[in-house]
């Protein structure tokens, strides 16, 4: 069945790194678009990067300039560079296909990778 496994994730002091991997299975990974996605406590799930595997990489206003998301399709697997971190980057951080594009995707969040951005 389809799996999302995050790792990476950690505590860091406000303009640090970090950088996330995500490892996908169960479907044929490259013809889709793929998604890091965050949510914070008490707020919503949003997307923060959109990774085709050709084009153009799309970044929320809140991460440009900050993070860099990757893919290798022959790994099956994402990345997610996070550089400048601030505190209102906490949040559990997870990889899935962009649900926006492929909407009849089998639901299979993952159980995520927590960062926290703390002094």
């Known amino acids: 069945q389809v799996q999302f496994v995050e790792s990476g994730g950690g505590l860091v002091q406000p303009g640090g790194s970090l950088r996330l991997s995500c490892a996908a299975s169960g479907y044929i990974f490259t013809p889709y678009v793929m998604g890091w996605y965050r949510q914070a406590p008490g707020k919503e799930r949003e997307l923060v990067a959109s990774?085709?595997?050709?084009?153009?990489?799309a970044y929320a206003d809140s991460v440009k300039g900050r993070f860099t998301a990757s893919r290798n399709n022959a790994r099956n697997t994402v990345h997610l560079q996070m550089n400048s971190l601030k505190p209102e980057d906490t949040a559990v951080y997870y990889c899935?296909?962009?649900?926006?594009?492929?909407?009849?995707?089998?639901?299979?969040w993952g159980q995520g990778t927590q960062v926290t951005v703390s002094s």
């Open positions: 899935n296909v962009d649900t926006r594009l492929h909407r009849n995707f089998p639901s299979a």
């Open positions: 990774i085709p595997s050709s084009g153009i990489t």
